[in-house]
């Protein structure tokens, strides 16, 4: 474990098997130097167990990177449950996940990610009170943060249509969205509304079908969405989208788009720089659901409160869009950097307590 390249210093792992519910799950915790280590669980099959370690340790290694550049007061972890979970068993799962989360006492809190819904969440608060993307109260965010996301991508293309064409109309903009899940359902709307008009895929077509009626949307194959003659790309499906390859191929100046972990490799990321393509680094752009989540935890969930502090997202990437372009440096570079900046004065302060005590 010591040795897996994403291991990246994780604070603790935790593997779960529970032979009862037949629960495999990975939890890791990159960071609590902020607070809590808080990020999504997943549900996914992965092909194999090494593949379920890699995408826990890199998503929560994110998760740090992404509370960070809120500025929210918490730290970095994330979970994955390996599927396929048959339904009858489900119930039985979340409830031994839910007890696995609550073994380790709050220094990690769950919500959901991929493949969990807010039912999961409830089940999974039967066990423990480490959980957030609960249903909310009249005039409170909480339940499904995919709307608060979706939000913040589209503001998030506002402040890359601002650096790159010089303005934030996305009136007859054109728009690939990859994914039309939760989250990329709910960006077509917002950007429908907006006037932009909208190219999707999905693995789904009856997703497709959906957006076509619901937004106009021209659907295309799920090979071609990534290279489509448009504006903007957003990557809303799962990591890895943007290899090498489809960063040679994007014909859109901007990739802007909710899903984690979009670039396939750093080369990836050098190569879109090269051509010229405004990426927004996924983990700045895609903070709205665990902006959310984190109000909703704290109790400090007004949703005019929380939508303001979604929308402060914008101001984030026109620094770091300010930056790049000030030291020509690529853009998830600068992120990078400045997540790890606030990351280890936050290690500092927290060696500092803990001498203290
Ligand atoms: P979801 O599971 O609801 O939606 C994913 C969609 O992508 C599904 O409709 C699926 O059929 C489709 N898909 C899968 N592979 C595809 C492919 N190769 N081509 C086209 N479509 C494909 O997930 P959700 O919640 O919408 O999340 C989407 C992405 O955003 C994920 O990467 C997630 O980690 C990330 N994210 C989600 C947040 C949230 O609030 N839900 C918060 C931050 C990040």
């Known amino acids: 474990m010591f040795d897996h390249p994403d291991y990246d210093s994780h604070e603790k792992v935790l593997m779960v098997e529970d032979a009862q519910s037949g629960l495999k799950a990975i939890i890791?915790?990159?960071?609590?130097?902020?607070?809590?280590?808080?990020?999504?669980?997943?549900?996914?099959?992965?092909?194999?167990?090494?593949?379920?370690?890699?995408?826990a340790l890199r998503l929560s290694r994110g998760m740090s990177y992404k509370n960070a550049m809120a500025d929210l007061p918490m730290g970095g972890g994330k979970a994955v449950i390996l599927g396929p979970v048959a339904a009858d068993k489900r119930t039985g799962v979340m409830q031994a996940f839910g007890r696995a989360v609550d073994s380790l006492n709050g220094q990690?809190?769950?919500?959901?990610?991929?493949?969990v819904s807010v039912a999961d969440m409830e089940i999974i608060a039967g066990q423990t009170r480490h959980v957030g993307g609960l249903a909310g109260g009249a005039g409170k965010s909480g339940g499904?943060?995919?709307?608060?996301?979706?939000?913040?991508?589209?503001?998030g293309i506002e402040a890359a249509v601002k650096a790159k064409l010089g303005h934030t109309d996305l009136a007859g903009l054109k728009v690939a969205v990859q994914g039309l899940g939760h989250v990329g359902m709910y960006?077509?709307?917002?950007?429908?509304?907006?006037?932009?008009?909208?190219?999707?895929a999905d693995i789904?077509?009856?997703?497709?079908?959906?957006?076509?009626?619901?937004?106009?949307?021209?659907?295309?194959?799920?090979?071609d969405i990534l290279t489509q003659p448009v504006d903007v790309v957003a990557p809303c499906a799962l990591g890895g989208a943007i290899s090498e390859y489809v960063a040679r191929y994007i014909k859109a100046g901007i990739v802007a788009g909710a899903a984690n972990n979009q670039l396939l490799t750093a080369e990836a990321g050098r190569i879109l720089g090269e051509r010229g393509v405004l990426y927004?680094?996924?983990?700045?752009?895609n903070?709205?659901?665990?902006?959310?989540?984190?109000?909703?935890l704290s109790g400090d969930n007004d949703t005019a409160v929380v939508t303001a502090r979604v929308d402060a997202i914008g101001g984030r990437l026109d620094a770091i869009f300010a930056r790049a372009a000030r030291d020509n440096v690529i853009t998830n570079e600068v992120a990078d950097a400045m997540a790890k900046d606030k990351l280890r004065v936050a290690n500092q302060a927290k060696a500092r307590r803990t001498v203290a005590a």
């Open 204 to 223: 789904n077509p009856a997703r497709v079908s959906e957006a076509q009626m619901r937004f106009g949307a021209m659907g295309v194959s799920t090979d």
């Open 187 to 200: 960006l077509c709307e917002e950007l429908f509304n907006l006037g932009a008009s909208l190219v999707v």
């Open 28 to 55: 890791a915790v990159h960071s609590t130097a902020l607070g809590a280590a808080a990020g999504g669980c997943r549900l996914w099959a992965y092909d194999s167990g090494n593949a379920a370690l890699v995408d």
């Open 108 to 115: 990690y809190i769950t919500a959901e990610d991929v493949g």
């Open 144 to 155: 499904d943060p995919s709307p608060y996301t979706a939000r913040g991508v589209r503001v």
């Open 287 to 296: 903070a709205g659901g665990i902006i959310m989540v984190q109000g909703e």
């Open 280 to 285: 927004a680094p996924d983990y700045v752009i």
